[in-house]
């Protein structure tokens, strides 16, 4: 059985790779990316489906080069197709699912009473499959707080904002103020259920100042990675998704003076620009520990 990592699930990259194209499913895991998602919805023409079920129930029988996560993102329930594509891709060597156009409770209820029959069918323990929440849509956005406690399986949410701007008769607008609100509850969402944050791909493949402007958004409000169109674009979003050494010395010395302080029975400072409190210094612990839970993850998925 495939070994999954126990640990903090860091998911910087999500690199997207439409099921049908066997050359592109092989090139996948010569790249970086932290996380794999293969595609049998809108990447997939109608006309393909069939045909990318089978190739990725041939790709997933075969062994792993490692042990990077890989889910499949299905057609959603209202398709009909979503048991085909279950039927088709679930096993040991699959991590979890992505799940479109998430937009009610219900949604994700019915899709973990299937992945639970697969699991009886697999012989592989409960919950075994992970899920990743997409979502899209005002209504999904909506239902944001419902959606994330639904499942135990749910291991992060994703934004869709293409789709979501389409549903919406909305647009990008000046530094993306189209996507803000919903961009922000989703990952407000996110960490109130200690759940990843991944933000909607970059649709403008090629702009690496327009990406790097992108994450920055991103990060400000709290997102740990995002949905990755091509693998020209890993390399910038590791390295922004990453602390830094000046982010990661700044962090210490707020935890050293902190506690300097708390020697001096004082809760807040301020020593040479640098303003020290209970807030400042659970963030800079927080960043030391997802400096460390980076390290630990490419460390487990680099060994067979």
Known sequence: MKKKYNGKLIHRSLLFTAGHNRK?????????????????????????????????REFLAQPLPDNRPVYVRINPLETGLTMMDI????????????????????????FDAQLFLKEKQLGLPPHYFDVIALIET???????????????????????????????????????????????MVALTAKAN???????????????????????????????????????????????????????????????LAEEAAKNDRGIIIHEGIFVSPPTLKAARKLFERSSNIKNYLDFIKHK
Not at 32 to 38: E, F, N, R, S
Not at 87 to 110: S, W
Not at 146 to 164: C, H, N, Q, T, W
Request: include cysteine; charged fraction near 30%.
């Open 87 to 110: 039927d088709a891709t679930a096993c040991q060597n699959l991590n979890g699912f992505v799940y479109p156009m998430t937009n009610t409770r219900e949604d994700l209820i019915a």
């Open 138 to 184: 005002p209504e999904g956005v909506l239902n944001l707080r419902e959606i994330a406690a639904a499942s135990k399986r749910l291991v992060g949410l994703l934004f869709g904002s293409e789709d979501f701007l389409a549903e919406q008769e909305g647009r990008h607008g000046k530094e993306a103020r189209g996507m803000q609100t919903p961009r922000h």
């Open 24 to 56: 592109y499913l092989d090139k996948s895991f010569q790249t970086a990316a932290d996380a794999i998602v293969y595609d049998l919805e809108d990447a997939v023409p109608e006309s393909r489906k069939k045909e990318a079920r089978e190739i990725l």
């Open 194 to 256: 200690k759940i990843m944050a991944i933000d909607s791909p970059y649709v403008q493949v090629g702009d690496f100042e327009g990406l790097k402007e992108h994450i920055e958004q991103a990060r400000d409000m709290g997102y740990e990675g995002m949905l990755v169109m091509s693998p020209r674009e890993i390399d910038i979003i590791h390295e922004r998704y990453t602390p830094d050494e000046n982010e990661v010395n700044r962090a210490a010395e707020i935890i050293r």
